[in-house]
Nanobody, 114 residues
Framework: QVQLVESGGGMVQPGGSLRLSCAAS????????LQWLRQAPGKGRKLVAT???????EYDYSVKGRFTISRDNAKNTLFLQMNNLKPADTAVYYCFAYLDDEYWGQGTQVTVSS
């Protein structure tokens, strides 16, 4: 059974930082491409960052320079380091693994508010 389990969300003030983790099981983690997506209240799910199995990284323009995606294949874990958070970053954050098949995590809430 494949599981992706996010953690690390919470409430933080503007300018603060959070580190999200996504622990995977049931897949050959290192061959999957991985993404973080987020869904703000009343909006659709939006791609935040991608890291491929080969280590190629891409970011949405709205988070470039503030967020860092990384992966630890030895620990089957995906990370998202989020710095200088803004209220516009408030959303449920999801990890997503894809190759020939696709898997989603359950999401973790990030709230940026003073």
């Amino acid at each position: 059974q494949v599981q992706l389990v996010e953690s690390g969300g919470g409430m933080v003030q503007p300018g603060g930082s959070l580190r999200l983790s996504c622990a995977a099981s049931g897949i050959v983690f290192e061959i999957y491409h991985l993404q973080w997506l987020r869904q703000a209240p009343g909006k659709g799910r939006k791609l935040v960052a991608t890291i491929t199995s080969g280590g190629r990284i891409e970011y949405d323009y709205s988070v470039k320079g503030r967020f860092t995606i990384s992966r630890d294949n030895a620990k089957n874990t995906l990370f998202l380091q989020m710095n200088n958070l803004k209220p516009a970053d408030t959303a449920v954050y999801y990890c997503f693994a894809y190759l020939d098949d696709e898997y989603w995590g359950q999401g973790t809430q990030v709230t940026v508010s003073s």
